[in-house]
């Protein structure tokens, strides 16, 4: 039977981070596409190629979803997998219903809920200082931090650029944010495959068909990474459409120091804290900070709620909906 939850393990996570390639899809490349620096196919397609390398560039993020989150260490085999497939029905059912009102929310923090709701349900406990130190503070501080950011850069980038000839300055940062796409696309891959990678190793771990000291095995990575950039080549455009416009209406110039500032915060979490931060809350803030440099009423706030009101939402109502699950689940999986 255990083998069996494996697999079932194995399929939900990599449906889960094929919809987190989907549904975030947007924060790597909807800035780009609504500036008109790349056009639809050609954002997708490399945002897709740059989440498949960010993906296997580093493991700290999984390994705190692993480890940091729920504590499964004297739960049997049989009671874990059932845990991990109720979370990721979880943050699944989330991803849907944000993607379906096409809210920007957060599929990291989806997937934490999911796992915290599921293990509270089973009886098990949570590692709650880990999830204050690594979730619950980096999800305050990154939108914070991101719109800060992205309005410093902007005033600056806008002081640079004040004497230079608005057609030339328009066509350069338009070019530059193919770049800084990219890189917004790495640290997405960076970042979001490895909470994916992280669920499978929890499943592998809890059976013993994988070391907790030897690390995540290759072909984690490898799938992970895939399912991603699959998941975001298919789009996200009811997200793209929020984000590149129902926000602001963005300029090259926004859009590129949008981008460059969420990849300095998503890479700054993976490498230097291990913490899984959302891509989605870290691009949403930014683009409101370069969009406040205009005037403050230029940002829709209405919009803004809106999305705020669903980052809010998202732990427990993908922990409410993982609980339900395992109340379900666990009478008829024996």
Known sequence: MEAVLVVVVVAFALGFDFTNGFHDAANAIATSVSTRALTPRVALIMAAVMNFAGALLGTGVAETIAKSIVDLKDASSHDALVVVVCA?????????????????????????GGLVGAGLAAGFGVYGKAIENKVVLPMIVSPLLGFALGFAVMVGVLWAVRRRPPARTLRRFRLAQTVSAA????????????????VIYLALISVGWANPHTGIPVWVKLAAAGAISAGTYSGGWRIMRTLGRRIIELDPARGFVAESVSAVVLYVNAFALHAPVSTTHTITSAIMGVGATKRLSAVRWGVAGNIAVAWVLTIPAAAAVAALCYVLLRPLIG
Do not use: C, R, V, Y
């Not at 929310?105 to 997937?111: P, Y």
């Not at 890189?183 to 992280?198: P, V």
């Open 183 to 198: 890189a917004m696309a790495l640290g997405h891959g960076l970042q979001d495959a490895q909470k994916t990678m992280g």
């Open 88 to 112: 990721l029905i979880g943050a699944i059912a989330w991803n849907l219903i944000t993607w379906w009102l096409g809210l920007p929310s957060s599929s990291t923090h989806s997937i934490i």
